[in-house]
T-cell receptor, first 114, second 112 residues
Framework: DAGVIQSPRHEVTEMGQEVTLRCKPI?????LFWYRQTMMRGLELLIY????????DSGMPEDRFSAKMPNASFSTLKIQPSEPRDSAVYFC????????????FGSGTRLTVV | TQLLEQSPQFLSIQEGENLTVYCNSSSVFSSLQWYRQEPGEGPVLLVT?????EVKKLKRLTFQFGDARKDSSLHITAAQPGDTGLYLC????????????FGKGTKLSVKP
């Protein structure tokens, strides 16, 4: 199993540009989570999906952020327009049975907005 | 919002020493997980504890869940340089399938 695959690993973009982060969860996992990690705030849940349906997006910072899961093997997190304060490492994770069971994380996308 | 406080924030020790890191909350969790994260990588699950008072061992690592399910500890015996990393605890809110709350972590450095 290749694990959770995220792309790109690194992204540097200018303020105001659109950024799209991608995630392929582990096959057979029904839950997909997007987290953001910063030194100040640690790991924060942005949104999670169950069976491709968004369940809780209360962690999405503002309308500039959107996430989709068009099928069981692919999800995107989009930021439009990007701002310097969006700079962080964004992680995707998946699992089979929800929060009480271990998550498998991807290697993350380090986003820098200049 | 439930919060998990981890202590200490940083820990630097010599190889062979023992150490304990703590994870505390004022709220009850249905389960608690420990992860280790290395630079440039995502967190990797070490253990999940679900029962108050539960103790789990993973080689030199011993995990304990508090009786009231509000706190947890991780004890490492005879630390090795390979134990270096960021140790994160994460609690699952009761009744929620998706909200795993993470502490900010303990950054451990084990020097040879």
């Amino acid at each position: 199993d290749a694990g959770v695959i995220q792309s790109p690993r690194h992204e540097v973009t200018e303020m105001g540009q659109e950024v799209t982060l991608r995630c392929k969860p582990i096959s057979g996992h029904d839950y997909l989570f997007w987290y953001r990690q910063t030194m100040m705030r640690g790991l924060e849940l942005l949104i999670y999906f169950n069976n491709n349906v968004p369940i809780d997006d209360s962690g999405m910072p503002e309308d500039r952020f959107s996430a989709k899961m068009p099928n069981a093997s692919f999800s995107t997190l989009k930021i439009q327009p990007s701002e310097p304060r969006d700079s962080a490492v964004y992680f995707c994770a998946s699992n089979q049975r929800g929060a009480n069971y271990g998550y498998t994380f991807g290697s993350g996308t380090r986003l820098t907005v200049v | 919002t439930q919060l998990l406080e981890q202590s200490p924030q940083f820990l630097s020790i010599q190889e062979g020493e023992n150490l304990t890191v703590y994870c505390n909350s004022s709220s009850v969790f249905s389960s608690l997980q420990w992860y280790r994260q290395e630079p440039g990588e995502g967190p990797v699950l070490l253990v999940t504890v679900v029962t108050g008072g539960e103790v789990k061992k993973l080689k030199r690592l011993t995990f304990q869940f508090g009786d009231a399910r509000k706190d947890s500890s991780l004890h490492i015996t005879a630390a090795q340089p390979g134990d270096t990393g960021l140790y994160l605890c994460a609690g699952a809110e009761g009744g929620s399938q998706g909200n795993l709350i993470f502490g900010k972590g303990t950054k451990l450095s084990v020097k040879p």
